[in-house]
């Protein structure tokens, strides 16, 4: 089966190795531990380009840490399901950063759209519940639409002093106190409910 998915861990010793029928790279970008998981059958798809261009977006996964924010929007999702649609949102988005992380570290978006349009025709997932598992499949196209465009300019938070900026940061606010109501009530239930009959 073709998969690829990047696997988190701790900090080890850089080491490549093959293992059967999967490739598992060691990655320590900037000294951080956690693995990279191609199937043969997904290398065999991938020229050598395109290949440098799906190490690339793991990579990407690893050292920006995602499975964290998949994981809190998960949490937070199942604690308030009114932020259900929070958690496909955070998905694509880290889809899309590691997409273009892939693309300024290769020099190549093309390559790298190839890559992601060519690894979602032949994958069918990852074997195992990894970090590929907390991210909802999203859509292909729109990635590979947005890598054939001109490479977006660098954005940063707007300014707390202007409309957006107040929008963004209420919103921000916002999210962050409802997420802590949410956890709050159900600390709260379970701890009346483990107290026994009042």
Known sequence: AAYAYAL???????????LGW??????????????????T??????????????VAHERAHLAGRHHRYLLAVRFAARANPLLMPLRSAVAYTAERWADEEA????????VVARAIGKAALVSRG????????????GPVPRRV???????????????????????????AAGTLGSALSSANATLTLFLVLEAGPL
């Open 41 to 54: 059958a997904m290398l065999a798809c991938l020229d050598a380009g395109e290949r440098a261009a799906l």
């Open 103 to 110: 693309a300024r570290v290769t020099g190549e978006r093309r």
């Open 22 to 39: 999967v490739v598992s790279l060691r990655t320590s970008p900037a000294g951080l531990g956690g693995r990279i998981v191609v199937s």
């Open 126 to 137: 990852t074997p195992t519940p990894t970090l590929a598992g907390f991210a909802a499949p």
């Open 145 to 171: 639409a947005a890598l054939l465009a001109p490479a977006p300019s660098p954005v940063s938070w707007p300014p707390v002093f202007t409309a957006v900026g107040l929008a963004a940061w209420a919103a």
């Open 8 to 18: 988190p861990g701790v900090r080890s010793r850089a080491s490549r190795g093959f």
